[in-house]
Every structure is written in structure tokens, then in C-alpha cells.
């Protein structure tokens, strides 16, 4: 069974920055796929982006809302992965859930992964 704890949320002024990390326990972390979702008041859940676990953590993908602006990365050896959030803009606010598939392969879909962080709020100021 594998735990997902996210910190690091906050408010941030636009244009600002924020890290978020998620610290897992249990399971074999480094087999697993990582990724992160954010879901807004009012709307559903949506996807990130994911880090593999396969292939040493080469594969990344990002949604292409951030996509230049957020960069995931993992550490093994700590069982933590980051996501470091830049040039933040009002529409990155939400909830943000730390998830993790341990099925082989990446997905970007969030029937795809098994367990899930309680979610850290971002709130990013005009």
C-alpha cells in the first residue's frame, strides 16, 4: 500500500514561484509512475504532468497549460517527487493531488493511477 502526502501550497502573487513535493511511503516508489493533477473550484480534476518510472525518471510529459513553466522531477533515494511551479498565473489555482501509478507504463488520465495524496492548495493572487 503506498501513502502520498503533498506540501508546500500557499499563496503567491502572479508571476511568482512555488514548490510542492509529495512524500511517498510504502511500495517500491522507484518502479512507479508520478504524476500531478489539479482540479479548480468547479471544474474536474485534470492532468499535470507525469514522471515515468521506468527509464530512471527520463520521461516527463506536461500538460500544455504549464508546459514551460512547471518542472517535475523525482529523488529515489528520499521517495519525493517535486513539481517547481514558475511564472505562476491565476488559472494554476486549485487543489493540487500528488498521484502514483503502480502498474507498469505512464498515463495521462486519472483512472490510470492507483493511490492519491490528499491534495495541497495553491493560490495564486492577481
Known amino acids: 500500500q503506498v501513502q502520498l502526502v503533498e506540501s508546500g501550497g500557499g499563496l503567491v502573487q502572479a508571476g511568482g514561484s512555488l514548490r510542492l513535493s509529495c512524500a511517498a511511503s510504502?511500495?517500491?516508489?522507484?518502479?512507479?509512475?508520478m504524476g500531478w493533477f489539479r482540479q479548480a473550484p468547479g471544474k474536474e480534476r485534470e492532468f499535470v504532468t507525469v514522471?515515468?518510472?521506468?527509464?530512471?525518471?527520463?520521461?516527463?510529459y506536461y500538460a500544455a497549460s504549464v508546459k514551460g513553466r512547471f518542472t517535475i522531477s523525482r529523488d529515489n533515494a528520499k521517495n519525493t517527487v517535486t513539481l517547481q511551479m514558475n511564472s505562476l498565473k491565476p488559472e494554476d489555482t486549485a487543489v493540487y493531488y500528488c498521484?502514483?501509478?503502480?502498474?507498469?507504463?505512464?498515463?495521462?488520465?486519472?483512472?490510470?493511477?492507483?493511490?492519491w495524496g490528499q491534495g495541497t492548495q495553491v493560490t495564486v493572487s492577481s
Open positions: 514522471i515515468s518510472g521506468r527509464w530512471n525518471g527520463a520521461f516527463t
Open positions: 510504502g511500495g517500491t516508489f522507484s518502479s512507479y509512475a
Open positions: 498521484a502514483a501509478r503502480s502498474r507498469p507504463g505512464v498515463d495521462y488520465s486519472r483512472s490510470s493511477y492507483d493511490y
